[in-house]
């Protein structure tokens, strides 16, 4: 196992984020399908109701349906 001794500077210089394309992508799956997160169901359902006729079909094409996400 590894271990990192940190100290107060060193957590204070520490950055945590999240990739907008990254919760765009997994917001774009949980829309095609449902069952990847129960949690979502009140999000999406939101969601849904507001899209109305709007066309996603080409945006959804661009998300894969397998799991992995590029990342930099």
Same mark, same amino acid.
Do not use: H, K, N, Q
């Given at each position: 196992?590894? #271990?990192?001794?940190? =100290?107060? %500077?060193?957590? &204070?210089?520490? *950055?945590? &984020?999240?990739?907008? +394309?990254? %919760?765009? /992508?997994? #917001? +774009?799956?949980?829309?095609? !399908?449902? =069952?990847?997160? &129960? @949690?979502?169901?009140?999000? *999406? *359902?939101? /969601?849904? =109701? *507001?899209? =109305?006729?709007?066309?996603? !079909?080409?945006?959804? @094409?661009? /998300? &894969?349906?397998?799991?992995? /996400?590029?990342?930099?």
């Amino acid at each position: 196992m590894i #271990s990192f001794e940190l =100290g107060v %500077e060193d957590l &204070a210089d520490t *950055r945590f &984020a999240l990739s907008p +394309l990254t %919760e765009t /992508v997994l #917001s +774009l799956r949980v829309l095609r !399908d449902p =069952g990847l997160s &129960a @949690a979502l169901l009140p999000w *999406r *359902r939101s /969601v849904l =109701g *507001r899209l =109305g006729t709007l066309d996603t !079909d080409l945006l959804t @094409a661009l /998300v &894969a349906e397998r799991f992995t /996400v590029p990342t930099s």
